[in-house]
């Protein structure tokens, strides 16, 4: 039987269900709940849901014979206790939700403070309150918190990793390490461990093939050389181009000594300008400045034309003060390449190019030098790069017009015009610009990034779109730019469906 008359009222029966008690501190659950009989056979199946196990509780304290036995409720104090305040508490995490959302973070800490009040026993809660005290900057309360639900938590991921999180705030970096290592060996592949160990450079968040997604791993730094060497590299014939592009990637991200090994590999390959360069600049980060120099200076006695070369010649004697030996080496590229634009910062611009006296003192130097190479486009960006430093703005968008009607196949330069009318608020000139262009889709993607922005402004979004899924679905771009490309469809309403995600 189910249910059992008493006078003219029919009373469901009801079993009192004990949980394990580590799972209901970690659930912020009573340790035992009451079940109606009825429902017990399926609760396997369905498993206790806190709506449905809210309304038992209420149902049974209020309407059973054993709830509101006043001798049963003192002799099981602790259970009532604990059931009357799962029940109240929900109102409170419904109204500390909703203050979050609203991010007045003040008093949704408060509202938790409430509950950890009301359930000590409930660790959810504890947890939830410790990572809203780490979020206001309170990472000794939220330590404390932590380590007092450590029992209830210990081998569960996201605990391990926000403890960690709280121990790097309390400069502990080895024991933040230690709790990273504990979350993964409970879930291996758990990606906000392996992010974190990745900031505190005990791992290295590498893609092997930068353009793409699914080539993400992480790597000890320890053994960051040799993994490259011996299973990415050495897995297959490569060449120049390649090693080239991962040259350039782990240049970008400062990873110099993997930087310098693939420039060594392009050279034995197939030896180039580039390849020199990104050697000569890998030396120098690597604070190897004599063989920077050596380097450099050897490349440039049988290539005189090596303006990327001469460039890097120029920084790395710049570094190492030798500031005469610096000019010869920068007006050895503009002999090159009058429009280089490292040369021409190096020979014009200030070093603190904020300073807009400097600049400004800078500009006639600049124009001249532009004048003399009227037919040059990149004296002209320069110019107009310094002009648009001091304020001039519309001053120096007619520069990088001109500077564009001399290099109309510079992708870079245009993309650089049209991001400068963008800012100015000139959409509609960049799409009529755009649309003198035939091979949009083949061009820099860093102008088509400029033609979606424009249309953005103009408020085109079916245009904008279409731009950032066109990006998006690029596969020979590098992975980070499709991920932005595509979540800047998304913003618009309609993300893409490429495998960049």
């Known amino acids: 039987m189910s249910e059992k008359r008493k006078g003219a009222v029919l009373e469901r029966e009801w079993v009192l269900v004990a949980l394990d008690a580590k799972m209901s501190r970690r659930q912020g659950m009573p340790t035992k709940v009451p079940v109606p009989k009825d429902e017990f056979e399926g609760l396997a199946d369905k498993g206790l849901q806190g709506e449905v196990l809210r309304a038992w509780i209420r ?15 003192r002799r099981n104090s602790e259970m009532v206790t604990q059931l009357e305040g799962f029940y109240d508490k929900a109102p409170l995490w419904e109204k500390a939700q909703k203050l979050f959302a609203a991010n007045d973070f003040e008093n949704a800490l408060k509202t938790l403070k409430r509950i950890v009040v009301m359930c000590p026993d409930d660790h959810a809660a504890r947890m939830n309150y410790a990572s809203a005290l780490a979020n206001s900057g309170d990472y000794d309360k939220a330590y404390k918190e932590l380590k007092q639900i450590r029992e209830s938590f210990a081998g569960e991921p996201d605990y391990h990793v926000t403890f960690a999180q709280i121990l790097v705030m309390r400069e502990e970096k080895e024991a933040a390490t230690e709790e990273l290592y504990l979350a993964l060996d409970a879930k291996p592949d758990h990606m906000g461990a392996m992010d974190a160990l990745a900031k505190l450079g005990v791992l290295a968040k590498i893609y092997t093939e930068p353009r793409d997604a699914t080539s993400l791993t992480f790597v000890p730094t320890a053994i960051l050389t040799s993994y490259f060497e011996e299973q990415v590299w050495g897995a297959a014939e490569r060449t120049a181009a390649y090693y080239l592009e991962q040259l350039g990637y782990h240049a970008s991200e400062k990873r110099f000594e993997l930087a310098l090994l693939a420039a060594d590999r392009a050279r034995g390959i197939e030896p180039s300008e580039k390849a020199e360069a990104g050697r000569v600049s890998a030396l120098r980060e690597l604070g190897r400045t004599d063989d920077a120099i050596a380097a450099a200076r050897e490349f440039v006695l049988s290539h005189q034309g090596a303006v990327l070369v001469h460039n ?63 037919d040059v486009a990149g004296a002209w960006r320069s110019l107009a790069r310094a002009t648009l430093s001091v304020g001039r703005e519309e001053d120096a968008l007619a520069v990088f017009a001109k500077a564009v009607a001399l290099a109309p196949q510079d992708d870079e330069l245009r993309s650089e015009w049209w991001s400068e009318l963008s800012r100015a608020g000139h959409y509609d000139a960049v799409v009529r610009d755009s649309e003198t262009l035939s091979d949009m889709k083949t061009r820099d993607w860093q102008l088509r990034w400029n033609e979606a922005e424009a249309y953005r402004g103009l408020n085109r979004m079916m245009e904008a779109r279409a731009c950032y899924m066109q990006l998006n679905g690029d596969e020979s771009l590098q992975i980070d730019i499709r991920k932005r490309a595509k979540r800047a469809a998304t913003e618009l309403g309609m993300g893409g469906s490429t495998p960049a995600s």
């Open 312 to 374: 890097e010649l120029a920084l790395t004697l710049h570094r190492a003060g030798r500031a005469d030996e610096a000019r010869l080496a920068i007006e050895n590229a503009l002999a090159a390449d009058p429009g280089d634009q490292t040369a021409l910062a190096l020979r014009f611009w200030p070093a603190d190019r904020g300073d807009l006296q400097e600049v400004q003192a800078a500009i006639p130097g600049l124009a001249s030098w532009a004048e003399a190479h009227t």
């Open 59 to 73: 149902e049974f304290l209020a309407e059973s014979e054993m709830g509101k036995d006043g001798n049963w409720r």
